[in-house]
């Protein structure tokens, strides 16, 4: 199954409060941080989703309603979480060049 469209919003980690280098954020339903719905042709891939947040420790100070991107976190870069997020945003990439398209993880064909 795969969406038809390909990626074109996610749900990015913002700062629920000012939070201080060395905070460990601890995802939905916490206390740390908030998710908001954007484009991710607006993101670049820079944010990180409020999925992938929890246990992420800060690198530097964010402010409240600041946005929490992939430089301003720690993280266990053998999550299996996180490896199968850059996967799919790999393959949307590797097929937006195939197809030379703009959009992100274009598809041409509907699913049978």
């Known amino acids: 199954m795969a969406p ?4 074109r919003s996610n749900v990015y980690a913002y700062a629920k409060t000012d939070l201080g280098k060395g905070a460990r954020l601890d995802g939905i339903g916490g206390f740390s941080c908030y998710g908001l719905i ?3 042709l607006q993101d670049e ?3 990180v989703p409020i ?4 246990e992420m420790i800060l690198k530097r ?3 409240k309603d600041g946005k ?3 430089e301003d976190v720690d993280f266990d870069e053998e999550r299996s979480d996180i490896a199968m997020y850059r996967k799919a945003l790999e393959c949307c990439s590797k097929e937006s060049k195939k ?3 703009s959009g ?3 598809r041409t064909e509907r699913p049978s």
């Open 4 to 7: 038809y469209f390909g990626f």
């Open 38 to 40: 954007e484009s991710t």
């Open 45 to 47: 891939e820079r944010g």
């Open 51 to 54: 999925c992938l947040a929890e």
């Open 61 to 63: 100070d964010i402010p």
């Open 68 to 70: 929490i991107t992939w």
């Open 99 to 101: 197809r030379g398209t």
């Open 104 to 106: 992100v993880c274009p």
